[in-house]
Structure formats: structure tokens, C-alpha cells
């Protein structure tokens, strides 16, 4: 039961124009979110992140909102440049007690074309 | 400041063997998780430790076990490889709160 679900493996956009990465969830539990950026042969690198009692969260070109009522949440990138190629993973938890697990998605693959 | 460190950055076994991965996190940090990648199965949760004890294990046969040593670096084990054991298999360090993760760039194993 995949718990964390990224339904588009991959997305194209031009140069300049936004970039929406969506996730849905499944787990009322989770409280805590983030996104993660990942260029091959390298590991996932830290984006930004959002606590369930916000619905936004913004830091530079990147945004993040969550809609709890809909299990949702989404990833804006503005404006999107050919260095932002990656694959961008979502991640949840439900930070229960000690529980710092993160559950992933399997991510979209996001391709910026000049 | 270093990063997270794992060893080594490739390695190849057969089917059977057994395998000891590394990972030094970053200075500091006292939790370190490790995670399996596949390319259809995205990131999935091995297991954590904080302070020498694993807090948390994820949904893997025993086969698939770990440790942390007082300075914080950790080892993961896999016994009796299996072909699907092939996968990039990744290490994160954390002060020991959810703000985010730093990971390591992993070791590709490879089963054959």
C-alpha cells in the first residue's frame, strides 16, 4: 500500500515558466512534509518542507502548499530553470513519538528545457 | 562542513554473499537512517538509529540488518544476497529531529 503517491513520472516545461510537482497521500497521520531534489549518482538533496498546521511555504523560486482536507500537496517552481532538471521526491511523517521515518514517493522525473 | 560519507561508492557480490555498507554522517549528528532505492519502488525505509539504537525499522527481511558505533557511524549488513537485493542504497544524518535529512550519495550494489 503505497502511502505516498507522485502519479506523474515525469514533466516537461520550458525555460521560465512554472513547474507544479503534485503528491497525494493517503495517511492522515502524516504531519510533516518535505521535497526532495535528486540529480543521478548523487543523493537526494534537501528542499523545503511544511508542517501540517501551515498551507504554505515559500523559500526563493520554490513554494510549497498543502491542502490537508485533500491529501495534497504541491511543489511550484518559479521561474523554472534547465539547472532544476531532476528527479523531485516527496516525503511524509508522521513524527509519532520517535518516529522520524519518511515515507517517499517514487518521484517525478522534471525536465527544464532551454 | 563534511558531509555525509558512505563506502564504498560501488560494489559488486554474487548471489549469496554477504555485504557490509558504510556511512559517516555529518559531525554533529547523532541519527542516521538508511534507505534502498529502486527504480520501481522509489525510497523505501530500511531503518534508524539514534544514539547506538535503532528507533524504527522499515519493512525488510532480518537478512537485512544494522548497526551505530558511539562516534555515530553506522553499518548496514545484508545476508545471503539476493538478485533483488540490487539497488542504490542510501544514508541520511539528521540531529535527530525531521528538518530535513542530509544524504549521502549512496552505494550502488550490484547482485549477480
Known amino acids: 500500500d503505497q502511502q505516498v503517491k507522485q502519479n506523474s513520472p515525469s514533466l516537461s516545461v520550458q525555460e521560465g515558466r512554472i513547474s507544479i510537482l503534485n503528491c497525494d497521500y493517503t495517511?492522515?497521520?502524516?504531519?510533516?512534509f518535505l521535497w526532495y531534489k535528486k540529480y543521478p549518482a548523487e543523493g537526494p538533496t534537501f528542499l523545503i518542507s511544511?508542517?501540517?498546521?501551515?498551507d504554505k511555504n515559500e523559500d526563493g523560486r520554490f513554494t510549497v502548499f498543502l491542502n490537508k482536507s485533500a491529501k495534497h500537496l504541491s511543489l511550484h517552481i518559479v521561474p523554472s530553470q534547465p539547472g532544476d532538471s531532476a528527479v523531485y521526491f516527496c516525503?511524509?511523517?508522521?513524527?509519532?513519538?520517535?518516529?522520524?521515518?519518511?515515507?517517499f514517493g517514487k518521484g517525478t522525473l522534471l525536465t527544464v528545457n532551454p | 562542513k563534511a558531509g555525509v560519507t558512505q563506502t564504498p561508492r560501488y560494489l559488486i557480490k554474487t548471489r549469496g554473499q554477504q555485504v557490509t555498507l558504510s556511512c559517516s554522517p555529518i559531525?554533529?549528528?547523532?541519527?542516521v537512517s538508511w534507505y534502498q532505492q529502486t527504480p520501481g519502488q522509489g525510497l523505501q525505509f530500511l531503518f534508524e538509529?539514534?544514539?547506538?539504537?535503532?528507533?524504527n525499522k522499515g519493512n525488510f527481511p532480518g537478512r537485512f540488518s544494522g548497526r551505530q558505533f558511539s562516534n555515530s557511524r553506522s553499518e548496514m549488513n545484508v545476508s545471503t544476497l539476493e538478485l533483488g537485493d540490487s539497488a542504490l542504497y542510501l544514508c541520511?544524518?539528521?540531529?535527530?529531529?525531521?528538518?530535513?535529512?542530509?544524504f549521502g550519495s549512496g552505494t550502488r550494489l550490484t547482485v549477480v
Open positions: 495517511n492522515s497521520m502524516f504531519d510533516y
Open positions: 559531525s554533529g549528528h547523532r541519527s
Open positions: 516525503a511524509a511523517s508522521d513524527g509519532g513519538g520517535s518516529n522520524y521515518k519518511l515515507t
Open positions: 511544511i508542517s501540517s498546521i501551515k
Open positions: 541520511a544524518s539528521s540531529v535527530g529531529d525531521r528538518n530535513g535529512y542530509t
Open positions: 538509529y539514534f544514539s547506538e539504537t535503532q528507533r
